[in-house]
């Protein structure tokens, strides 16, 4: 229970102090204490040899994805190539196919229907 009322008088007390008018940017951005760091204006980031590796490995990113635009844009070409030579040569098939399919179906009506009529033979009323 104590610690409690200590926990919300503290709240209480706080809450009349002031803020800092001044932030303290150097605890945030540690190379503003650096006086020998060489920030660019334009884009806030230290000219290091940290930033050298990172504009090396956004190159390569780069030459990467490209490369798998690439892959993909000549995958994409040869499956729509493949797609169009099975679509030429799988309609010949696919006609004969279906006739063939056609006469088995109606074989096997034939024979459906003669064994109905077997199976309803008439008796003499």
Same mark, same amino acid.
């Given at each position: ?6 926990? +919300? ?10 803020? *800092?008018?001044?932030? $303290?940017?150097e605890?945030v951005?540690?190379?503003?204490n650096?006086?020998?760091?060489n ?5 806030? +980031?230290?000219?290091?040899? +940290? *930033? ?31 797609? $169009?030579s ?9 006609k004969?196919e279906?006739? %063939?399919m *056609? ?9 459906y229907?003669q ?6 033979v %008439?008796?003499?009323?």
């Amino acid at each position: 229970m104590i610690g409690l009322f200590t926990e +919300v008088f503290i709240f209480f007390i706080s809450g009349f102090d002031e803020p *800092a008018r001044e932030y $303290k940017w150097e605890r945030v951005f540690p190379l503003l204490n650096d006086k020998n760091a060489n920030i660019n204006p334009n884009t806030g +980031v230290a000219d290091t040899l +940290v *930033a050298e590796k990172y504009l090396q490995q956004l190159k390569r990113l780069e030459s990467n994805i490209g490369k798998l635009n690439e892959t993909y844009e000549a995958q994409i070409k040869g499956m729509t190539e493949h797609a $169009k030579s099975l679509n030429d040569m799988n309609s010949e098939e696919l006609k004969k196919e279906m006739e %063939k399919m *056609a006469a088995y179906i109606e074989l096997l009506n034939k024979q459906y229907s003669q064994m109905l009529n077997a199976m309803n033979v %008439k008796t003499g009323k």
